[in-house]
Structure formats: C-alpha cells, structure tokens
C-alpha cells in the first residue's frame, strides 16, 4: 500500500545511482568538524571520512587505520570519489598518508580529473608540513607565501563578476555578507587563480580556485577552516549564527566536480531540513520497532513499511539530483508524514504489548498472593490440617 502511494507521489520516477563520492581526511567526524552533519543533510552525497586527529585513537591506530580504509590503487580511488576534502590538522595528514598515498592523490587531481578542497591551515608549523607535499602543487594557495592570522573580526564581499559560477552570489540576497567572523588566515593566491569573495576589512581573498592537470579538476582554498565561527560552527567557539555556511560548502562541492550550483538556496536549505527531520523520526521508529520485537510482538507489518519508505529514499535522491527541488519537498514531506504514520501504529502497538505484560505480571502476582493467603488461611486461620502436638511414651 505505502509502496504505490510513494509512485503516484514520485511520479513514477526511476531509481538512479548518480551521485557524488567525497573522500575526508583530516580532523574529521563527529568529534571535530561540522562537515559531517552538512553532507548527511544531502541527498547524492556519499562520502567516507579517513580522520587523522581523533583523540579516541592511538597513532599507531591511526596508522593502521589509514592503511586499512585509503584506497590502495587508483582505479579504486577513482571509483569511489569524486572530490578529495582534507581539513585541518595538515601535519597529521602528512606523517599518517604515505608517499604512494599522497601520489595516488596527485595523479587522480593531475591526470583522471578529481576535484580537490583544502582549508588554509590555521598553524604556520601545518602550512609549513603541507607546503612539502607535492599536492601543494595542485593548489591555488601558495604555502610559501607567508603564514598570516587575520585577527579582530572580519566579514565576506562576494565578488560579483559574471562570468563567475553562481557559488557564492546567490547566498548574498540572504544576508551571508553580515555574519562576522573572529579570525581567518591570509590566502596567498597563485598567480591564474581565480578569486570569488574577499575578507573585509583586510581585503585579502577568502576563497580562490584554478584548474589544473589534464582534465582541468579543479582544486580550490579556503580562508577559514570549515569548523570555525564564521561557517555556524560551534566547534571552536560561539557561532556567528551563519544558518548557510553548510549550504555554501555544499556549493562548492557541487561546484567542484561540475554540478550545477544550488541559486534557490532557500528552498534547498528547507528541503535538506525536512529530510533531516524524516532520518532522525525514521531513527526513532526504527528503535521503537526493535524495541517492541524484543518483547515478542509481532512487528511484521511495521517492518514491510518501514522497509518501502527506506526504498522511498531512491526517488527522493533521483528528483533531487535532476534538481526538481519542489517536487523533491513535496515527496519529502510525504515521506515524513507516513513514517508519522508507522510510528503511530509502533505506539498503539506497543501500549497494548505493555497492557498484556501488565495484566500477565499483575495475574502472576495476584495468584501468588491468593495462593499464599489460602494456604495461610487454611493453616493459621481454619486450622484443617493443624494437628497438635501430642506426647508419646513408649509401650513396654
């Protein structure tokens, strides 16, 4: 039933397999960085995250780790990703990727075509680490310029060119431009680099790009490293409220490996957020469910739902991809309300699993009470099967 109510509302839109593969290294994850929870908002965004500065694990682990999970030949990696995000902790990067690591990397940017994405170190002895490595060839920054903190407070300019891709400009009908910052750094841009926005009031550039290699990939650097304030972070400090920062990077991303940019970003910024709503009610049914099954009811029919409305996910990435941005809501939003749906029928389900465990428990201890108070009324109170006690003597 759900499964031909999600066709009618998708229109009968095939499943598609498109999307974008993001490869993270860095201080990445839940434990440090806000990208995480910007890319799991998006629909065609598969992403794995390589983190090189968590604290829960040992260098020796890290190590392994690294080894483990990077792709081990470039076919692979080109298989799997599309755009390679390293940020923060560069000199972590450095030590636990290895020569043929970094080499793999450098020939998928140079010669296949893979976006790359750096945020500008916030350490001179990182900018330094980076600045030996030959990916600091691929990028338009120059690690040798001069490490530089831009301190006091700072504001973005978005350039407005037109020949420029609309990555930042439609952010600033929204206001993007009044959010203030407490600190960057100093980007030293490569000559044939291409500015989009500007840090004022120190007018040095705040996000810069060029195209490099065979196949013109295109490798770009950022001011501010994406945890920081400025983006709505509160990673490292009180946020500047910037409620558009994980929709810009996701701009630049889509950018990155030759997507259109969002320009409604509005809408897509409401879209992202009700499916960010239906993952975390979907999480919540699905932990009911169990929950209920543990208790041996019978959960068959949540299951099938729930099972059709996770398949319901397909459709929504297909619309989303092709950009059809308000037909995607409306689906979303169905979506929503019928896991509403399945998690009211979990309730009622398990209300009525606890009111047959009630009345099981409060049999079983009435009975134990009746059993026990008949056997002490007969014993103590009717005295039916008292004998007393009698003294014998014995017969010669």
Not at 21 to 35: H, I, T
Not at 43 to 51: A, C, G, N, R, W
Not at 379 to 392: I, P
């Amino acid at each position: 039933m759900l499964a031909a109510v999600l066709l009618v509302a998708a229109g009968l839109v095939a499943e598609s397999r498109e999307g974008i593969g993001l490869m993270l290294l860095g201080d990445v994850g839940k434990l440090g960085s806000p990208v995480n929870d910007w890319l799991e908002k998006d629909f065609i965004i598969d992403y794995f995250e390589i983190p090189l500065a968590q604290k829960a694990l040992s260098e020796k682990e890290l190590e392994r780790y690294t080894a483990i999970y990077f792709p081990r030949t470039l076919p692979r990696l080109l298989e799997l990703y599309d755009m390679i995000v390293i940020c923060e902790e560069e000199e972590l990067f450095t030590k636990y990727t290895t020569s043929k690591q970094k080499m793999l990397m450098y020939e998928a940017v140079g010669k296949e075509g893979v976006a790359i994405f750096n945020s500008v170190p916030n350490e001179d002895f990182e900018e330094a680490a980076w600045a030996g490595t030959i990916l600091a060839e691929l990028m338009p920054h120059d690690y040798l310029g001069g490490f530089k903190t831009l301190s006091g407070g700072f504001k973005v300019a978005v350039e407005s060119r037109g020949d420029l891709a609309p990555v930042f400009t439609p952010f600033v009908k929204l206001g993007i431009e009044r959010y203030v910052g407490p600190w960057c750094r100093r980007l030293n841009p490569k000559m044939g680099s291409t500015t989009w926005a500007y840090v004022e009031p120190f007018g040095s550039a705040f996000f810069i790009s060029w195209t490099v290699g065979d196949k013109s990939a295109r490798a770009s650097n950022v001011a501010c490293e994406l945890d920081e304030p400025w983006w709505g972070s509160e990673y490292r400090g009180a946020s500047s409220q910037n409620p558009w920062g994980g929709d810009l990077f996701l701009n630049i991303v889509y950018w990155s490996v030759g997507k259109e940019p969002v320009t409604d970003v509005f809408m897509v910024h409401t879209l992202r957020t009700a499916y960010e709503d239906y993952l975390v009610l979907r999480s919540v049914t699905l932990a009911l469910v169990e929950f209920i099954d543990s208790f041996g009811a019978n959960v068959g029919s949540l299951e099938r739902d729930l099972a059709e409305l996770s398949e319901g996910r397909s459709v929504a990435r297909r619309l989303y991809y092709e950009q059809r941005y308000e037909e995607a809501l409306d689906y979303v939003q169905r979506l929503f309300e019928l896991m509403k749906e399945v998690e009211a029928r979990a309730i009622k389900l398990k209300e009525r699993s606890f009111m047959w465990m009630y009345v099981s428990e409060w049999l079983i201890v009435s009975g134990t009470l009746f059993v026990t108070g008949f056997i002490a009324w007969t014993l103590m109170v009717k005295r039916r099967l008292y004998r007393d006690v009698r003294v014998t003597r014995a017969a010669r």
